[in-house]
């Protein structure tokens, strides 16, 4: 059964490689979604997937890309909106 999860990523998010690391460890997963930058430096992210695998990418996000220093992370369940692709928004 598929999940939805937004996430709202807090740290040092923008200009390190973040979203693309995102997006690569859900694709390697088959998670589907997005990431966006926002205006107050966090990064916002919806992944849609197998529970377990949409779990995976909300811990890579704890930790993000080598340059990233994610301070913390807010995760929100919501109901799936039936994503077939992950873009970078």
Same mark, same amino acid.
């Given at each position: 059964? /598929? *999940? #939805? #999860?937004l996430l709202i990523v807090h740290g040092r998010v923008h200009g390190v490689g973040f979203? /693309?690391? *995102?997006a690569a460890t859900a694709h390697t997963r088959g998670v589907t979604g997005w990431a966006r930058n926002r205006p107050n430096g966090t990064v916002e992210v919806a992944l849609e997937g197998d529970e377990e695998a949409v779990e995976s990418v909300i811990r890579f996000c704890r930790d993000g890309p080598r340059a990233a /220093? *994610? /301070?913390h992370v807010e995760v929100t369940s919501e109901d799936p $909106?039936?994503?077939?692709?992950? $873009?970078? #928004?």
């Amino acid at each position: 059964m /598929a *999940v #939805r #999860r937004l996430l709202i990523v807090h740290g040092r998010v923008h200009g390190v490689g973040f979203r /693309a690391s *995102v997006a690569a460890t859900a694709h390697t997963r088959g998670v589907t979604g997005w990431a966006r930058n926002r205006p107050n430096g966090t990064v916002e992210v919806a992944l849609e997937g197998d529970e377990e695998a949409v779990e995976s990418v909300i811990r890579f996000c704890r930790d993000g890309p080598r340059a990233a /220093a *994610v /301070a913390h992370v807010e995760v929100t369940s919501e109901d799936p $909106e039936g994503l077939r692709t992950f $873009e970078i #928004r």
